[in-house]
Nanobody, 123 residues
Framework: QVRLQESGGGQVLPGGSVRLSCAASGSVFKINEMGWYRQAPGKQRELVAEITSSGSTDYADSAKGRFTISRDDAKNTVDLQMSSLKTEDTAVYFC?????????????????WGQGTQVTVPS
């Protein structure tokens, strides 16, 4: 099984910063894309930022210039540094990976999600 453990988040004042971290554990052999998504109340889950195994990054327009995604392949972790936070950044943030994982005959490429961590930026 693959487990994604997220940390960070909480309540942050407007203009403040917070760092989210996600660590993948379990029978993981290779990870391609690692990313962060978010879901605000009443809205659909959306991509915030993604980083490929080669280090290429992609950001939502709302995140460009404010958020930075990074990964550590030795630790199977992905971080999201968020700065200049706004009230509209309030959401549950989910870690996501696309990985080759499993045991024996069940080894396959699949997508995995963390349970989410709340980030609240009060007005």
């Amino acid at each position: 099984q693959v487990r994604l453990q997220e940390s960070g988040g909480g309540q942050v004042l407007p203009g403040g910063s917070v760092r989210l971290s996600c660590a993948a554990s379990g029978s993981v052999f290779k990870i391609n894309e690692m990313g962060w998504y978010r879901q605000a109340p009443g809205k659909q889950r959306e991509l915030v930022a993604e980083i490929t195994s080669s280090g290429s990054t992609d950001y939502a327009d709302s995140a460009k210039g404010r958020f930075t995604i990074s990964r550590d392949d030795a630790k199977n972790t992905v971080d999201l540094q968020m700065s200049s936070l706004k009230t509209e950044d309030t959401a549950v943030y989910f870690c996501n990976i696309k990985a080759l994982a499993g045991w024996g005959a069940s080894i396959r490429w699949a997508e995995y999600w963390g349970q989410g961590t709340q980030v609240t930026v009060p007005s």
